[in-house]
């Protein structure tokens, strides 16, 4: 049980921009679910599990799960304008409540993943470091 004193509160500024790099071991992300208008979240190397607080972020264009120990991407589903999914070194094998989002492209280095998740039509790209520090410079 997290002391009161510990407990998150919910995240708001007037200011936003619609990008968050998040990094925490203990936080719960169960905050984000106020920031609707966020557009971009980098959740890697966190020890996050469960992304059902996700499922409200409706504006998420850009999402970096990569390194966490996320199992399941079905709380994602619902996220229409989701375009960018990083799944690097995930346990993520079953992509398939995410086909219907057809402007997706999953981002991953992942060799066993890439064949199985383009034969049921989902967009994959593989994806190295270098390639996305040479993008963001």
Request: glycine share 6%.
């Amino acid at each position: 049980m997290v002391p009161k004193s510990h407990r998150a509160k919910p995240i708001h500024h007037k200011g936003f921009k619609g990008r968050l790099r998040l990094v925490t071991r203990t936080l719960g992300f169960r905050p984000l679910s106020g920031l609707t208008q966020l557009q971009q979240l980098d959740l890697s190397r966190n020890q996050v599990t469960d992304i059902s607080p996700l499922s409200g972020l409706t504006q998420l264009q850009q999402l970096d799960l990569s390194r966490t120990q996320v199992t399941d991407v079905f709380p994602l589903s619902g996220l229409t304008q989701l375009k960018v999914l990083f799944l690097n070194k995930i346990q993520v094998t079953d992509v398939s409540p995410l086909k219907h989002l057809p402007s997706l492209t999953i981002h991953t280095n992942d060799d066993d993943n890439i064949e199985q998740w383009r034969a049921i039509g989902m967009n994959v790209e593989q994806y190295s470091r270098f390639m996305w520090l040479l993008e963001n410079l």
